[in-house]
């Protein structure tokens, strides 16, 4: 019952990051500032972005309720805020402020914090860090876009 308690508590903080973030961006892949961008040809649909990232936090909310259970607190939730930042500020970085290079290093630092996870908790988590893989499939395709847009724009 408390593993069902934790995947809820996480459930609850990171769709809540993808409410701020989509809050913050403004009208984001909407705006013309973005529709006028010379994107990358592997750019997805815009449908693709919600399905993955609701993909991507449902599996990330169940491997934190693990890794919650599993070891000490602190450092898993240190790192956790940590990713919960980057993910809502990058938002606002890159669509509403428009600042690519600062969204790109953002990214990359969203990106390394969330392969920390994966490295440093793999002997605690086994097979569950599979649980995590589609959040750092995704951030790198994603980093790929943003580098894109930096280097073509």
């Not at 769709?15 to 990358?40: E, H, R």
Request: glycine share 8%.
């Amino acid at each position: 019952m408390k593993l069902l308690k934790y995947i809820i508590i996480f459930l609850i903080n990171n769709f809540g990051a993808l409410a701020i973030g989509t809050w913050l961006m403004g009208n984001g892949p909407q705006d013309s500032w973005y529709l006028n961008l010379n994107k990358a040809p592997w750019t997805p649909p815009g449908w693709v972005f919600g399905a993955a990232w609701t993909t991507i936090m449902v599996c990330f909310s169940i491997y934190m309720a693990f890794l919650y259970k599993a070891i000490s607190k602190g450092m898993v939730l240190g790192l956790f805020a940590l990713q919960f930042i980057l993910n809502v500020i990058w938002n606002y970085i890159f669509f509403n402020r428009h600042f690519i290079g600062l969204g790109f290093t953002t990214i990359l630092f969203l990106t390394s914090a969330i392969f920390i996870f994966m490295i440093n908790f793999k002997k605690e988590m086994g097979l569950k860090t599979i649980l995590i893989l589609p959040y750092f499939i995704w951030l790198c395709i994603a980093s790929s876009l943003n580098a894109y847009i930096l280097i073509y724009n």
